[in-house]
């Protein structure tokens, strides 16, 4: 007779950033109902408010924006206190999409401080946390675009690769310590923060993905909980797409700046 599996344990307790919508709030969803205590944090606090008033179970909520040191700081000082088991880092912004060259500073600047920055800040603070326990797992959350280049979504691509190494690197370092870091690249998946940057039309992002559909955020949070799991107990260091087939194909059919708009512009600091 086959030996039988277990079934997957997931951690006692999560923290997961970027929790008030979209993949982020979904995660919270999904592990309150499988019994897990969650420590969920965004700097949107009428969402935080609303999420606490509907997903019921044990949930400590903080408003805190990840890209202001002061208050980072802070969420992972009672975080700490609290005590988790194991993180998922969604906190994210899309930026505005447009040509590198048309994009002003500040924009960039916020894309790169809520993706990368915050997220190393982040990461930092859940292994010196868990490192100690000798047991945890963290999952990042990456992007299709940070595999590959994508025109007008350059810095977020940018930032999303960014997150990748950073998820890589820290696996390694991390391996013989008890905690597991992994990463979920997710293709177009239908939240606020697609449908603000496609301006609803999610049928031009649909058309992208083999399986000719934009994603939904549980199809995520299914990656995300199995990588939280003992389930995935032998796995660190990866990156799975979580994208329709994406990350699969050779090239996807961007929406490409035109030469035309390219030559009106003015410069930008």
């Keep these: 007779m086959a030996p039988q599996t277990p079934p997957a344990t997931l951690p006692s307790s999560v923290l997961v950033t970027g929790a008030a919508s979209g993949i982020?709030?979904?995660t919270v969803v999904h592990l309150l109902q499988c019994g897990v205590r969650v420590i969920?944090?965004?700097?949107?606090a009428d969402g935080l408010s609303t999420l606490v008033r509907e997903s019921g179970g044990e949930i400590a909520s903080f408003v805190c924006d990840l890209a202001q040191p002061a208050a980072r700081a802070q969420l992972f000082h009672e975080a700490a206190a609290l005590g988790y088991e194991g993180a998922v880092n969604c906190a994210g912004t899309e930026g505005r999409p447009d040509a590198l060259v048309a994009q002003d500073a500040e924009t960039l600047d916020r894309?790169?401080?809520?993706?990368?920055r915050a997220t190393v800040h982040a990461l930092r603070a859940q292994l010196l946390h868990l490192l100690p326990k000798r047991r945890g797992s963290i999952v990042n959350l990456a992007s299709i675009y940070g595999l590959r280049g994508q025109p007008r979504w350059v810095v977020y691509s940018a930032s999303k690769a960014g997150v990748i190494g950073l998820t890589q690197?820290?696996?390694?370092?991390a391996a013989q310590g008890g905690v597991r870091v992994n990463a979920v690249a997710p293709g177009p998946i239908d939240t606020p923060l697609l449908r603000r940057a496609t301006h609803e039309q999610l049928q031009r992002t649909a058309a992208m993905v083999p399986m000719k559909r934009n994603g939904q955020p549980h199809e995520v949070v299914q990656a995300i909980a199995w990588l939280l799991s003992d389930a995935s107990g032998y796995v660190t260091g990866a990156v799975l797409p979580v994208d329709g087939g994406m990350a699969a194909?050779?090239?996807?059919?961007?929406?490409?700046?035109?030469?035309?708009?390219?030559?009106?512009?003015?410069?930008?600091?």
């Design 169 to 173: 690197g820290a696996a390694l370092e």
């Design 40 to 44: 969920a944090a965004d700097r949107d």
């Design 111 to 116: 894309v790169l401080d809520v993706n990368l």
């Design 24 to 26: 982020g709030r979904a």
């Design 249 to 269: 194909q050779a090239a996807t059919q961007p929406e490409l700046p035109s030469t035309e708009s390219l030559s009106t512009l003015e410069p930008s600091t």
